[in-house]
């Protein structure tokens, strides 16, 4: 069974740091491109980031670039994000995803696999 | 930036009762080099992450029910729930992918409750 389990959540003030992480079991995590996904408090879905599966192409979108790297360890099937100079407005629910594999060759590029999500609240 | 807009933002429909949502993008979202419209329908209950529903506009994700069904092309699409039940009180996201640069989109939400 796929398991996306993310973790670091919780309140720091503007200006500050935080770190989440994102354990994943059930699949071959290595193989696998991953994103972060945020929802602030009774608003819609924004995605936030990707990571290919070796870790070495990496985007982001244009509201976190400059503050916020996502990474991850093969070793530990964890996927990170790193998350500086943090706003107000970063205030949300972080979701970890899988991106689908290829089907029939060709990239989904969706997400078939979502984690329950880590509240990050930016608050003085 | 391409901007995905639902249509409508919430809908009242009848338990056995047709529901339709409309996502429409500023850009088409169909893909020359595969012949895939990269936009996909997610439905997301309270409390929980969203669950993938549709992918290529059109093709149901595996165990999805087949009362959901989608369709459209380029800049115009449709998630049908052709019988609505109980369960499927959800919000629901259009979800677009763009190649320059890479980038997802969601629409901002339709929110389908029981009439």
């Known amino acids: 069974e796929v398991q996306l389990v993310e973790s670091g959540g919780g309140l720091v003030q503007p200006g500050g740091s935080l770190r989440l992480s994102c354990a994943a079991s059930?699949?071959?995590?290595?193989?696998?491109?991953m994103h972060w996904v945020r929802q602030a408090p009774g608003k819609g879905l924004v995605w936030v980031s990707r990571i290919s599966h070796d870790g070495r192409t990496t985007t982001y979108a244009d509201s976190v670039q400059g503050r916020f790297t996502i990474s991850r360890d093969n070793a530990k099937d964890t996927l990170y994000l790193q998350m500086n100079s943090l706003r107000a407005d970063d205030t949300a629910v972080y979701y970890c995803?899988?991106?689908?594999?290829?089907?029939?060759?060709?990239?989904?590029?969706?997400?078939?696999?979502w984690g329950q999500g880590t509240l990050v609240t930016v608050s003085s | 930036d391409i901007v995905m807009t639902q249509s409508p933002d919430s809908l009242a429909v009848s338990l056995g009762d047709r529901a339709t949502i409309n996502c429409k993008s500023s850009?088409?979202?169909?893909?020359?080099?595969?012949?895939?419209?990269?936009l996909a329908w997610y439905q997301q209950k309270p409390g929980q992450p969203p669950k993938l529903l549709i992918y290529?506009?059109?093709t149901r994700e595996s165990g999805v029910p087949d009362r959901f069904s989608g369709s459209g092309s380029g800049t115009d699409f449709t998630l049908t729930i052709s019988r609505l039940q109980a369960e499927d009180v959800a919000v629901y996201y259009c979800q677009r992918y763009s190649t320059t640069p890479p980038s997802w989109a969601f629409g901002q939400g339709t929110k389908v409750e029981i009439k």
């Open positions: 059930g699949f071959t995590f290595s193989d696998s491109w």
């Open positions: 850009q088409s979202v169909l893909f020359s080099s595969t012949n895939k419209n990269h």
């Open positions: 290529w506009a059109s």
């Open positions: 995803a899988r991106e689908g594999p290829p089907t029939w060759g060709i990239l989904t590029l969706v997400y078939d696999y």
